[in-house]
């Protein structure tokens, strides 16, 4: 058993393979490193054979999406520890080092989110992850170094070791036990928000995620699905609702999500505002995939939820009406209530 795999999904990505697949060859010693082909129709799986014949190929029988695409491709992989990784994400020197040290003394942790900045734009955040995940108590996700539209730059403000809620999927690190005990991503999501459920998951099963500031990658972000793109509006909406049903404490869960979709008919109708009607109608679409879903969503609930999932209780209300728009200014605003 290899002790670190590092896992790459792709589906028609050979101009992101040869542009980053080097950069997690260089700098992954030690670590068994696969390309995970979602029935690519491209000549991706011939370009990694002929170039980088020391990576190995798992072929998916189709395009499964992240979800299934990543459940089915490590039934096939034997290693300690995971490290799912984004095909257009840049790797750096001594990436894996500080991630495999943690592992090693803290026998609890079983997720670990590394620095993620912009490939772009490398002194700032990038949106997907930035330093870390949470959620507030109506399931909107945000980060650290990133809430909604407004990314930070990294002045080293995120320089440390944390606790998170979850960890962003471009570059997520779980140990191979727990992820086989939590039955891997939800296949039913196709992708998007995925992580945040598995995170959810194992944080009722009191595992433990954090965040390591000394492995730092590069992401490029929407190589596969751009932000704009109304089917990402259509996927993150709807699994957010749908792991809401699953992972909420029993206390309150009708009034969570209940408030929840009515925060998502305001998003609805800003959207139209916008003249972003494709978006609006995503959103209408996401609410009616939820209602034929819901009976099943609620049949996966486990015996025990964790009562304080959440940082706090509307990022939304914060962001848009408080107008706090930086992981600091929302945090000190915490620290204020408590005292």
């Known amino acids: 058993m290899d002790k670190i ?11 992101l393979l040869e542009q980053f697949l080097p950069s997690v060859i260089q700098f992954s010693e030690g670590a068994a490193i696969y390309v995970a082909d979602n029935d690519s129709t491209d000549n991706s799986v011939a370009f990694v054979t002929e170039k980088f014949p020391t990576v190995k190929i798992v072929k998916n029988s189709g395009n499964h999406g992240f979800a299934k695409g990543y459940n089915d491709a490590l039934q096939h992989i034997n290693a300690e520890i995971y490290a ?3 095909s257009d994400i840049e ?13 090693e003394q803290e026998k609890q942790t079983a997720i670990i989110q590394p620095k993620i900045l912009d490939f772009k734009n490398k002194e700032y955040f990038e949106y997907a992850g930035a330093a870390g995940g949470f959620i507030d108590k109506y399931g909107f996700p945000f980060c650290r170094g990133r809430v909604f539209e407004t990314v930070e730059k990294d002045n080293g403000q995120y320089d440390d070791n944390i606790e998170l809620f979850w960890a962003s999927g471009a570059c997520f690190f779980i ?5 086989h005990e939590l039955g891997g991503f939800d296949e039913s999501f196709f992708a998007h928000q995925e992580e945040i459920d598995l995170c959810w998951r194992a944080a009722n099963e009191g595992h433990i995620i954090k965040y390591n500031s000394q492995s730092v990658v590069f992401h490029v972000g929407g190589a596969t699905l751009q932000q704009g793109n109304p089917k990402k509006t259509y996927l993150n909406f709807r699994n957010s609702l749908l792991m809401m049903v699953k992972n909420l404490p029993k206390r309150g869960l009708f009034w969570v999500i209940f408030f929840r979709m009515v925060l998502d008919g305001i998003a609805g109708i800003r959207f139209l505002t916008q003249g972003k009607f494709a978006h609006t109608f995503a959103i209408l679409k996401a609410h009616f ?3 034929c879903l819901s009976l099943k969503y609620f049949k ?8 304080q999932y959440y940082m706090v209780k509307s990022i939304v ?5 408080r107008k706090l728009a930086l992981f600091k200014e929302i945090f000190n605003s915490i620290q204020n209530i408590k005292s």
């Open 289 to 291: 995939s939820f209602y």
């Open 5 to 15: 795999a590092v896992v790459i999904l792709n589906w028609n990505g050979v101009k």
């Open 175 to 179: 140990r191979k036990n727990v992820y």
């Open 91 to 103: 790797v750096t020197e001594n990436w894996l080092k500080p991630i495999l040290e943690t592992f």
């Open 84 to 86: 799912l990784v984004n």
């Open 300 to 307: 996966k609930r486990k015996d025990f939820q964790i009562q």
């Open 317 to 321: 209300f914060l962001y848009y009406i």
